[in-house]
């Protein structure tokens, strides 16, 4: 039995639909990602809340370690947290888009056949 030869057309919709479901793959990891970075922020925040005032404390800046104050941590910790909720929403954004997107493609090229 012979396959059916698909148009010049139909092959750039299965090659757009091959993209988008690689993009889609990308997004759902980096979200996977930014969910995680999410909890351990949070973690860090609830320990922080319990630390006095006077505890030496350090951050990590990349490879190095730099001793500050609990109060700096805090503030940089819930500005950390906020870039990420941002992050999240933008990339679930466009992951409900590329979803959406994905299944009129794949019921355009089910319909073709």
Do not use: C, W
Request: hydrophobic content about 35%; overall charge negative; proline content about 3%.
């Amino acid at each position: 039995m012979a396959t059916p030869q698909l148009t010049p057309e139909q092959q750039e919709e299965l090659q757009r639909f091959n993209q988008l479901v690689q993009q889609l793959e990308v997004i759902r990891v980096n979200l996977q990602q930014l969910e995680l970075e999410k909890r351990e922020t949070e973690d860090a925040l609830k320990e922080s809340k319990d630390l006095d005032p006077s505890a030496v404390i350090y951050r990590s800046a990349g490879r190095l370690l730099f001793q500050t104050n609990t109060e700096d941590v805090k503030k940089h910790l819930a500005e950390q947290q906020e870039s990420v909720e941002v992050r999240i929403s933008s990339l679930s954004k466009r992951e409900k888009k590329l979803v959406s997107s994905v299944k009129e493609l794949q019921e355009k090229l089910l319909g073709k056949q």
